[in-house]
């Protein structure tokens, strides 16, 4: 059965204390992975489009990665304004098979 | 946000009454999707329209109907809603299968 799981469920950080998010899956045929920020009460946000292993994409203080089993979103140097929930899905290919299916997403929760 | 707009935001409905959400969007957007939200389950697909009149079920279909009419409008149809139906309900747009989804400010729907 494809599944994402991302972990972990919730992190709190300091300012400036660096870590990373994890998003593991088990899919046929990955045509993506996407990484989405959602703050309370709100849709999701598009962050990254991840196709091939070994690929990244940056974006200001955020870094995502991919593997052939998983992908990583690294977070240099956090700010409070990044806490929010982080959520991972996958794409597959053809027909309905193609819609994206979503993790339980992480709570990232950063401390001034 | 920008380009769909989710009605209404918030609505209590009672047990056995029929409910209709609606979804608008400005890009002319092929693709348009019903996801709900839950704790512990993250974000499940309802039903997904891959053009007017084209529409197909998801994972989580049971209980529900939808209907797109014109490109810029997507109904998600309760017929007779159920307590279990209490969730957060996102509209998502997307140009492409390849791109990542645009996702509306979410409904949320409780059933007493």
């Known amino acids: 059965e494809d599944q994402v799981t991302q972990s972990p469920e919730a992190l709190r950080l300091q300012e400036g204390e660096s870590s990373s998010l994890n998003c593991s899956y088990t899919v046929s045929g990955l045509r993506g992975l996407f990484w989405y920020r959602q703050d309370p009460g709100k849709g999701p946000e598009f962050l990254f489009t991840l196709y091939s292993a070994g690929e990244e994409k940056e974006k200001e203080r955020l870094k995502a990665t991919l593997t052939k089993k998983e992908s990583f979103l690294h977070i240099t140097a956090p700010k409070p304004e990044d806490s929010a929930t982080y959520l991972c899905?996958?794409?597959?290919?053809?027909?309905?098979?193609?819609?994206?299916?979503f993790g339980k997403g992480t709570k990232l929760s950063v401390k001034p | 946000d920008a380009g769909i707009t989710q009605s209404p935001r918030h609505k209590v409905t009672e047990t056995g009454t029929p409910v209709t959400l609606r979804c608008h969007q400005t890009?002319?957007?092929?693709?348009m999707y019903w996801y709900r939200q839950d704790p512990g389950h993250g974000l499940r697909l309802i039903h997904y329209?891959?053009?007017?009149?084209?529409?197909d079920k998801g994972e989580v279909s049971d209980g529900y109907s939808v209907s797109r009419s014109k490109t810029e409008d997507f109904l998600l149809t309760l017929e007779s809603a159920t307590s279990s139906q209490t969730s957060v309900y996102f509209c998502a747009i997307s140009e492409s299968r390849q791109y990542g989804y645009t996702f509306g400010s979410g409904t949320r729907l409780t059933v007493v």
């Open positions: 899905a996958v794409r597959r290919d053809g027909g309905s098979q193609g819609n994206l299916i």
């Open positions: 329209s891959y053009g007017v009149k084209d529409t």
């Open positions: 890009e002319n957007h092929r693709y």
